[in-house]
C-alpha cells in the first residue's frame, strides 16, 4: 500500500515534522565535488581534447574531434520541419506564448535630469553570449529550450551557446527544434561538470559565455556552484516542488494527479496538500492510491511521495496560506473559488496558480510565464528566470557646472569624514569657488 505522510497542524510535533519533511542539501556531496573540480581542471588545461574524451567516457558516443559534438543550423531547421503537424503547432504555439509573456518584462535604457541639469539614469544592456545546458539522458525538455533561451534572445543576446548531452549519440528532435524556433546559435553535443567548465572557461571551440542558465543533475549543479564569480549563473536548483492548497471542494482525482505532476520529476520532488477539510483528504489519499497504478512512472512518484510527500490537514484556510508562506514552493496552486481574494496573502511563491482549472503543467509547457523557478524555499528571496536576468544595468551621471557645485560640497564633507583626502579633493576641484 502506498505511504505517504498525513498532517495535521494541531499535533505537538508537527513543525518539526514539516522541517524533516522540507529539509534538502542540494549539492553537499564533497565526492562528487573532488570529481567536478578535476574536470573543470582538465578543461582549463586541455580545452577541446578533454571534452571530447569526457564525452566518450560518460556519454558513450564516438567522436575524432567536435565537428562530431556540433550540430549546423541546418539540422536544426530540418529537426523542425520533420515533426508532425500536431508536434510542430504544440511547439510554435508554447515558443509564442512564451516569446510575447517575456516581451512585457524588457527593461529599457531611462534617465532624468534634475533642476540644475544634472542626468542620472540607467543604461540597461544585454549581456552578449550566453550558455544554454539542456539535460539529456533520462528524459529530454524541449521546454526547457523554449524557456530559457526566448527570454534571452528577447533581452538582446547576441550570441547563445546550447550544450545537451547526447548518451550513445541519441539526439532528441523535439530538443532540436525547439533550439531552431528559440533562434539558438549554436548546439554542442556535450553535457555534464564538462560542459559547464567548456562554457565557463572557453575551449578552442566552445566560446567562452557571460553567464551559463539552465538545469542539470548534482554534476551539473555542483559545477555552476564552482564556476560561479567567472560567469554568472542562473541559480543552484533543487528537486521539482508542487504545493496546493485546496477548500475541499476541487474533484480530488485532479488534485492527485497534480500531486503526481511534480513526484514524477524524479525520486526527490515534493508534493504536498494544505486542506482544512479532513474528509476531502481521505478522498484524495483514495484516489492517489487508485491512479498511481496507471502512471507510467508509478515507481518514481511512489518514492517520491513516500518520502517527501505530505497530505496536510490546517485548522482553516488562513493557516494553509501561512504554513505555504512558511514553505515558499516552487509552485502553488490556489484550487479554490476566489483565489484573487488570497493573492495578497501569499508572500513567497515561485508561480501561483490560481483557480481549479489551472494545473500546474500548463505552466510549465505553455501558459507563457517561466517554469524556470525557486526550489527548496529560494523563492523568499528569488524571483523565475526572465529577461531581466539576461539583461545588465549601468549607472548614469552626468554632471552639470552647477550641480558639481552642490554636490562637489556634499561630496567633499562626506570624504573628509572618511578621512580620504584624495576623494575630497578631487570634488573640491569642480567647486566654482576653489
Not at 527548496?376 to 545588465?392: E, I
Request: one cysteine or more.
Amino acid at each position: 500500500m502506498l505511504m505517504i505522510t498525513r498532517l495535521s497542524s494541531t499535533q505537538s510535533d508537527f513543525q518539526d515534522k514539516l522541517s524533516t519533511l522540507l529539509s534538502w542539501e542540494s549539492v553537499s556531496n564533497k565526492e562528487v565535488a573532488n570529481t567536478v573540480d578535476s574536470i573543470i581542471a582538465d578543461i582549463k588545461e586541455k580545452g577541446d581534447a578533454a571534452l571530447i574524451d569526457y564525452s566518450i567516457k560518460f556519454d558513450d558516443v564516438d567522436a575524432n574531434s567536435m565537428a562530431d559534438l556540433t550540430i549546423d543550423a541546418k539540422t536544426l531547421k530540418n529537426a523542425f520541419d520533420n515533426l508532425d503537424n500536431k508536434e510542430k503547432a504544440a511547439l510554435q504555439s508554447a515558443a509564442d506564448r512564451v516569446r510575447i509573456y517575456h516581451q512585457k518584462q524588457k527593461q529599457d535604457t531611462w534617465s532624468y535630469k534634475e533642476d540644475d541639469g544634472t542626468m542620472l539614469g540607467q543604461k540597461i544592456t544585454p549581456l552578449e553570449r550566453v550558455g544554454l545546458y539542456v539535460p539529456g539522458g533520462k528524459a529530454a525538455y524541449p521546454s526547457s529550450v523554449l524557456m530559457n533561451a526566448i527570454p534571452a534572445k528577447v533581452a538582446g543576446v547576441e550570441e547563445l551557446i546550447m550544450v545537451v548531452p547526447t548518451p550513445s549519440g541519441v539526439t532528441n528532435p523535439l530538443v532540436l527544434a525547439a533550439a531552431y524556433l528559440a533562434d539558438v546559435d549554436s548546439v554542442y553535443t556535450v553535457g555534464g561538470a564538462q560542459a559547464v567548465a567548456a562554457l565557463a572557461y572557453g575551449t578552442e571551440t566552445v566560446p567562452k559565455v557571460d553567464k551559463i542558465v539552465g538545469p542539470g543533475n548534482i554534476y551539473v549543479a555542483t559545477a555552476k556552484r564552482a564556476v560561479f564569480g567567472q560567469v554568472g549563473i542562473d541559480m543552484i536548483a533543487g528537486p521539482s516542488e508542487i504545493l496546493i492548497i485546496c477548500d475541499g471542494k476541487t474533484n480530488p482525482d485532479w488534485i492527485a494527479m497534480d500531486l503526481f505532476s511534480q513526484a514524477e520529476h524524479d525520486e526527490d520532488a515534493q508534493s504536498i496538500l494544505l486542506c482544512p477539510d479532513a474528509d476531502f483528504i481521505t478522498q484524495v489519499e483514495a484516489s492517489i492510491a487508485k491512479l498511481l497504478p496507471t502512471m507510467e512512472r508509478k515507481n518514481i512518484i511512489a518514492k517520491a511521495l513516500k518520502d517527501r510527500g505530505a497530505l496536510i490537514h490546517t485548522k482553516d484556510m488562513a493557516e494553509a496560506i501561512t504554513l505555504s508562506n512558511q514553505v515558499a514552493p516552487e509552485h502553488l496552486e490556489l484550487s479554490v473559488e476566489d483565489p484573487e481574494a488570497m493573492l495578497d496573502d501569499i508572500k513567497h511563491a515561485g508561480a501561483i496558480f490560481m483557480g481549479r482549472n489551472t494545473c500546474e503543467s500548463l505552466g510549465d509547457y505553455c501558459a507563457g510565464p517561466n517554469h524556470v523557478l525557486p526550489t527548496s524555499g529560494t523563492a523568499r528571496f528569488s524571483s523565475p528566470l526572465g529577461v531581466y536576468d539576461f539583461q545588465k544595468k549601468s549607472s548614469l551621471i552626468m554632471v552639470s557646472d552647477k550641480g558639481a557645485n552642490t554636490l562637489g560640497e556634499v561630496a567633499a564633507t562626506l570624504a573628509d569624514g572618511e578621512g580620504l583626502q584624495a576623494h575630497a579633493q578631487s570634488a573640491r576641484y569642480r567647486l566654482k569657488q576653489h
